[in-house]
């Protein structure tokens, strides 16, 4: 058998086993914080796996689109290319009629400056036109005149003529006197 241990031995015991106690509640405080911890960090994995999944998935789509964007990009572009033909062609054709345009009014200008100076010279012409009419009126009256006149001295002349042969006793048949044309 065992001896029987003595009060001091058993305070000593007991002093041991206190201490034990303690250091035992010590490592239940630690494994708490430590399970705690594990449990925070196993939160902290199944977050982050999940963030990795989807940023797996988000890469996984990103990739189909990227090479449903390689297919496209020749089609694209040939599109692009095609419109941006009609595009230039539109252009071309825009140019193309400003400059007519531009031709247009230009020509308008003409004519209508040729039109301007086209009624000024009809304008004119019909001034002138009075203007000759007015001089033919008096020409025609000066000449009407002249001819009355002419008239009157040849009358005048063949009674005197008349008289004149009358007074040297011719009876022979005058020749009737000649007008002079005008």
Same mark, same amino acid.
């Given at each position: 058998? $065992?001896?029987?241990?003595?009060?001091?031995?058993?305070?000593?015991?007991?002093?041991?086993?206190?201490?034990?106690?303690?250091?035992?509640?010590?490592?239940?405080?630690?494994?708490?914080?430590?399970?705690?911890?594990?449990?925070?960090?196993?939160?902290?994995?199944?977050?982050?796996?999940?963030?990795?999944?989807?940023?797996?998935?988000?890469?996984?789509?990103?990739?189909?689109?990227?090479?449903?964007?390689?297919?496209?990009?020749?089609?694209?572009?040939?599109?692009?290319?095609?419109?941006?033909? $009609?595009?230039?062609?539109?252009?071309?054709?825009?140019?193309?009629?400003?400059?007519?345009?531009?031709?247009?009014?230009?020509?308008?200008?003409?004519?209508?400056?040729?039109?301007?100076?086209?009624?000024?010279?009809?304008?004119?012409?019909?001034?002138?036109?009075?203007?000759?009419?007015?001089?033919?009126?008096?020409?025609? $009256?000066?000449?009407?005149?002249?001819?009355?006149?002419?008239?009157?001295?040849?009358?005048?002349?063949?009674?005197?003529?008349?008289?004149?042969?009358?007074?040297?006793?011719?009876?022979?048949?005058?020749?009737?006197?000649?007008?002079?044309?005008?």
């Amino acid at each position: 058998m $065992e001896p029987i241990p003595t009060i001091p031995t058993l305070a000593k015991m007991g002093k041991m086993l206190e201490a034990t106690n303690g250091l035992v509640l010590d490592i239940l405080k630690e494994m708490t914080q430590v399970r705690t911890a594990v449990s925070s960090l196993q939160l902290e994995v199944s977050q982050l796996q999940s963030q990795v999944t989807l940023q797996a998935t988000e890469i996984h789509q990103q990739a189909e689109v990227n090479d449903s964007s390689r297919r496209l990009v020749p089609e694209l572009t040939k599109v692009v290319f095609k419109l941006s033909k $009609e595009v230039e062609e539109q252009s071309a054709d825009r140019r193309t009629l400003l400059r007519q345009l531009e031709e247009q009014k230009t020509l308008l200008a003409l004519q209508q400056g040729v039109t301007e100076r086209v009624a000024v010279a009809v304008d004119k012409l019909e001034r002138q036109s009075l203007g000759v009419g007015l001089q033919l009126k008096v020409v025609h $009256e000066a000449v009407t005149q002249a001819s009355e006149e002419q008239s009157w001295q040849t009358e005048e002349l063949a009674a005197q003529l008349a008289g004149i042969r009358e007074d040297l006793g011719t009876t022979s048949n005058p020749s009737p006197p000649t007008q002079s044309p005008i």
